[in-house]
Nanobody, 122 residues
Framework: VQLQASGGGVVQAGGSLRLSCTAS????????MGWYRQAPGKQREEVAI???????DYVDSVKGRFTISRDVAKKTVYLQMNSLKPEDTAVYYC?????????????????WGQGTQVTVSS
């Protein structure tokens, strides 16, 4: 199973970016998908998580600005990021989990993408 993330880039504060992550391979089921990020010198943190049905979960710092969604048929998860701030600068990783239980613990995710850099300039 591979997760391929794309959509990162450089944007000015207040701008928007849309990240995408597509799963490929066979013989697997990913029930929960999420986005994590890691800034230099900081620990990896959850940004947004989505399962089948239910309410997506967001870290407080992005609520109202970021929206996570998924296209099950395309095996793709998206992260729409609006009103970006310099503190959103980080490498963003997509992750997938076989279990259907929502979890914020990164160690419980089975699959990880390669990361895409998001840089927000002030």
């Amino acid at each position: 199973v591979q997760l391929q993330a794309s959509g990162g880039g450089v944007v000015q504060a207040g701008g928007s970016l849309r990240l995408s992550c597509t799963a490929s391979g066979s013989g697997f089921t990913i029930n929960v998908m999420g986005w994590y990020r890691q800034a230099p010198g900081k620990q990896r943190e959850e940004v947004a998580i989505i399962g089948y049905g239910g309410r997506p979960d967001y870290v407080d710092s992005v609520k109202g600005r970021f929206t996570i969604s998924r296209d099950v048929a395309k095996k793709t998860v998206y992260l729409q990021m609006n009103s970006l701030k310099p503190e959103d600068t980080a490498v963003y990783y997509c992750a997938g989990r076989r279990s259907s239980a929502i979890s914020k613990d990164a160690s419980t995710y089975n699959y990880w993408g390669q990361g895409t850099q998001v840089t927000v300039s002030s």
